[in-house]
């Protein structure tokens, strides 16, 4: 059997398991376990042997008009707005030898922030809020991640399973969190096709993420210039 046909028996099984996914819930109240943008283009390009420790920046700003009621822990609010700055650091080993012909990274996942909430109405229980405010600076939870990629010229091939250990702050009482609130599964993959002389990128991802007894999936494609 050839590295290509083990590849894609591999990527076969994946959506499979995709296909069998149960109907999503959001994150309770917490920071949410994907952020736009985590994972780039160039996602699927092999990594180069030895250690690595990317280093991301990541900020969400956005809200909830007042008609649109939302679940934060143990509280239900309108009118929310909240605001996440945060600064994410991934220490990454590739080890020389390949696996099934492709590139393994091993990665561990985690970063330093602030959220700030704001509700119009909160309810908890038989307590009405108005106008409440809270805020909170820490850590988040930790992701690890193992990844396997391939290289055939300007198309690049990737898998990965990653995870949520729910170590960072957190409190079902609060509005801002950091951390998830519970641990969560990720089984996904990416094809992006590199064209070296214009430094471009098409990515096609696929994603399979489980929460507890809940799971989701999406599809999309974008594109880079440099």
Same mark, same amino acid.
Request: net charge neutral; glycine share 16%; no cysteine.
């Given at each position: 059997?050839?590295?290509?046909?083990?590849?894609?028996?591999?990527?076969?099984?994946?959506?499979?398991?995709?296909?069998?996914?149960?109907?999503?819930?959001?994150?309770?109240?917490?920071?949410?376990?994907?952020?736009?943008?985590?994972?780039?283009?160039?996602?699927?390009?092999?990594?180069?042997?030895?250690?690595?420790?990317?280093?991301?920046?990541?900020?969400? /700003?956005?809200? &909830?008009? !007042?008609?649109?009621?939302?679940?934060?822990? @143990? =509280?239900?609010? +309108?009118? *929310?707005?909240? #605001?996440?700055?945060?600064?994410?650091?991934?220490?990454?080993?590739?080890?020389?030898?390949?696996?099934?012909? /492709?590139?393994? &990274?091993? !990665?561990?996942?985690?970063?330093?922030?602030? @959220? =700030?909430?704001? +509700?119009? *109405?909160?309810? #908890?229980?038989?307590?009405?809020?108005?106008?409440?405010?809270?805020?909170?600076?820490?850590?988040?939870?930790?992701?690890?991640?193992?990844?396997?990629?391939?290289?055939?010229?300007?198309? @690049?091939?990737?898998?990965?399973?990653?995870?949520?250990?729910?170590?960072?702050?957190?409190?079902?009482?609060?509005?801002?969190?950091?951390?998830?609130?519970?641990?969560?599964?990720?089984?996904?993959?990416?094809?992006?096709?590199?064209?070296?002389?214009?430094?471009?990128?098409?990515?096609?991802?696929?994603?399979?993420?489980?929460?507890?007894?809940?799971?989701?999936?999406?599809?999309?494609?974008?594109?880079?210039?440099?």
């Amino acid at each position: 059997m050839t590295h290509k046909t083990r590849r894609t028996s591999f990527l076969a099984t994946l959506f499979l398991a995709g296909g069998l996914a149960l109907p999503a819930s959001a994150d309770e109240g917490g920071v949410a376990f994907w952020f736009s943008g985590q994972y780039g283009s160039f996602a699927a390009v092999p990594a180069t042997p030895g250690w690595s420790v990317p280093i991301q920046g990541y900020r969400y /700003g956005g809200g &909830a008009s !007042g008609s649109k009621q939302l679940k934060r822990g @143990n =509280t239900a609010t +309108a009118n *929310l707005n909240s #605001t996440v700055p945060l600064l994410m650091a991934q220490p990454t080993y590739a080890p020389e030898t390949k696996l099934w012909g /492709g590139q393994l &990274a091993i !990665g561990l996942g985690f970063g330093w922030g602030n @959220n =700030t909430t704001d +509700a119009g *109405l909160a309810v #908890t229980g038989i307590t009405t809020e108005l106008d409440r405010s809270d805020s909170v600076t820490g850590f988040t939870d930790l992701y690890p991640i193992v990844s396997l990629a391939w290289n055939e010229g300007n198309n @690049n091939w990737m898998t990965y399973i990653t995870g949520d250990i729910p170590t960072g702050d957190y409190d079902s009482s609060r509005l801002a969190n950091i951390g998830i609130g519970h641990g969560a599964v990720d089984v996904g993959g990416g094809i992006p096709i590199l064209t070296q002389q214009r430094a471009s990128s098409f990515p096609l991802s696929w994603a399979s993420p489980t929460t507890l007894k809940t799971a989701t999936r999406g599809i999309g494609t974008g594109s880079t210039h440099t």
